[in-house]
């Protein structure tokens, strides 16, 4: 699930994109108003971090820009200890949520993951399709039949993505998208291989090819 983490605090930023990477997001980082709105416009995210105060502009604006040009993906901005001002005029400028600086990376990985939900219409921590049903916090699969599988940071972000919305079709451009930030630059043939491996757990039939198309999950059977 690709990630935009607009900070401007490079120890911050760093030492974030590490721990959000382990959560299962792949995250672009920018420090400037300017390259966030153009990478907010461009890219296909499902959610995005944002510091307010930035070095060429405030982030307030660069979230107005995002939802005036059609960026729907849902927003946490990072405000100031006590401004309250800042936090009703973010919400109002389209945030979806908000963290008080400092804060604790845990409180904000639950709650990206918790407006990440919100914005596919999910209550619960876990992503349901058909027979399975993936464990956000856990990073795991369960079968109907009970049993438990882990699975490494790359499994569970293309199950993820696959399971998040069964019966649509992927292209292997778009899971290499939610899969890889843009400064990774894998070949080709690891979605091919990352598919072959997540057949052997959840079934040859419920991943599916659609020739020339891409990928679906479906386990409508
Ligand atoms: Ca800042």
């Known amino acids: 699930m690709r990630l935009l ?3 401007d ?3 911050l930023a760093d030492g974030l994109s590490g721990q959000l990477e382990k ?6 980082t920018t420090r400037t108003a300017r390259e966030a709105m153009a990478l907010g416009q461009q890219e296909d995210y499902r959610v995005g971090i944002l510091d307010l105060g930035l070095p060429d502009g ?3 604006d660069v979230l107005r820009q995002w939802r005036m040009n059609g960026a729907n993906f849902p927003v946490l901005i990072l405000t ?3 401004d309250w001002q800042d936090k009703v005029n973010g919400l109002k400028a389209g945030a979806d949520d908000y963290l008080a600086k400092p804060f604790q990376t845990e409180e904000l990985i639950a709650r990206l993951n918790a407006i990440v939900r919100r914005s596919e219409g999910r209550v619960q921590s876990s992503v349901k399709a058909g027979r399975f049903e993936l464990d956000e916090n856990r990073q795991t699969l369960k079968m109907d039949d009970g049993a438990e599988h882990s699975l490494t940071g790359t499994e569970f972000r293309l199950l993820r993505c696959l399971m998040s919305r069964p019966g649509q079709v992927f292209s292997k451009e778009q ?3 939610q899969l890889y930030n ?3 630059s894998p070949s080709d043939n690891v979605i091919e291989a990352y598919i072959r491996r997540l057949r052997k757990l959840v079934g040859a039939s419920t991943i ?4 020339g198309q891409g990928y679906l999950f479906d386990d409508t059977l």
């Open 5 to 7: 983490l607009v900070e």
């Open 23 to 28: 959560a299962g997001f792949s995250v672009d």
């Open 208 to 211: 599916a090819t659609r020739r």
């Open 182 to 184: 843009l400064n990774e």
């Open 58 to 60: 405030n982030g307030l």
């Open 9 to 11: 605090d490079r120890l």
């Open 80 to 82: 100031a200890r006590g």
């Open 175 to 177: 899971l290499m998208e």
